[in-house]
C-alpha cells in the first residue's frame, strides 16, 4: 500500500537508514523530512521530494530526491547532495548508499575533512572507517599543495593518504615539483607533517633537480631526504 504525504517530517524507527555509520547506530531513530514523502509499506520503499533533509545522530544528507529501500539497505539521493559527518563534508550530484555505510558519490564529487580536499570521478566514502578512495583520476588538496594520481586512499582518522600510479606533487610555496610512482602523506604532527615518495621519484625544488631510491619531502620546511643512490644536479642562480 502506497502512502503520500505532504511536507511533513518523520521520525522513522528502522533498523537501518542510509546515514547509519555503526552497528551501535543502526537501531537508532532516523528524521526524515521533505515536500512530499511517498511510502510503499509493502515493497518498504521510501520516495521523498523536495527540500529532502535526513538526520541520524551525527550524520545529515541533504539533497532535491531521495529513495531508500529498508529491505536492501540501498538509498539513493540526487540534485546538489550534501553528507556531513563530524567533520567531513562530502558533496556530489548523487550518492548512493549501501550497507548503511558505504557511499559512492558521482558528479564532481567533493570530500573535505580538515584542510584536506579529496576529488575525482567517483568518491567511495567508507563513513564507519572514515576511509575514502578514488580511482581512475585523484586529486587531493592540502595546506600548500596539490597531489594528483592514477589512485589516492585517504584515511581521515590518521591524517593519511596513499597514492598510487603516476604521482605528481606541486607546491607554489615550496616551488617544488615531485614525481614518483607511489606516495604516502603524512599530515598529523606525530609524523612532522612529510610525503615519502618512493618508485622513480623526483624533485625539482628552486631549479635544483634531486633523484633517489626513496624521497622525503617535509611540509613545515624546505628539507629533503633522500635514500639510497641519489643524484642533486644544481642550477646557479
Known amino acids: 500500500m502506497k502512502h503520500t504525504i505532504a ?54 544528507m541533504t539533497g532535491s530526491h531521495a529513495e531508500y529501500n529498508s529491505k536492501t539497505r540501498e538509498a539513493y539521493v540526487t540534485g546538489g547532495v550534501r553528507l556531513v559527518k563530524d ?22 564529487p567533493v570530500l573535505t575533512q580538515g584542510d584536506s580536499e579529496l576529488t575525482g570521478p567517483q568518491i567511495d566514502y567508507y563513513t564507519d572507517q572514515q576511509y575514502a578512495i578514488v580511482t581512475g583520476w585523484a586529486k587531493l588538496k592540502t595546506t600548500d599543495s596539490v597531489m594528483t594520481a592514477n589512485q589516492i586512499e585517504s584515511f581521515f582518522a590518521e591524517n593519511r593518504a596513499v597514492a598510487q600510479g603516476d604521482v605528481h606533487i606541486v607546491s607554489s610555496a615550496r616551488q617544488l615539483d615531485a614525481t614518483a610512482d607511489q606516495a604516502v602523506y603524512y599530515g598529523s604532527k606525530g609524523e612532522q607533517g612529510k610525503t615519502v615518495l618512493s618508485g622513480n621519484p623526483k624533485a625539482v625544488q628552486e631549479g635544483n633537480v634531486l633523484t633517489g631510491n626513496t624521497m622525503t619531502l617535509y611540509l613545515d620546511k624546505k628539507n629533503i631526504d633522500v635514500q639510497g643512490r641519489s643524484k642533486l644536479i644544481i642550477i646557479p642562480q
Open 7 to 60: 511536507r511533513i517530517t518523520l521520525v522513522l524507527l528502522l533498523s537501518c537508514s542510509p546515514l547509519t555509520h555503526s552497528q551501535a547506530a543502526q537501531n537508532s531513530p532516523v528524521e526524515l523530512s521533505a515536500d512530499t514523502i511517498q511510502y510503499d509499506s509493502t515493497q518498504q520503499i521510501i520516495i521523498a521530494n523536495g527540500n529532502v533533509n535526513m538526520i541520524q545522530e551525527k550524520a545529515a
Open 87 to 108: 567533520d567531513a563534508t562530502l558533496l556530489a550530484a548523487e550518492v548512493r548508499s549501501y550497507d548503511n555505510t558505504h557511499m559512492v558519490a558521482t558528479g564532481a
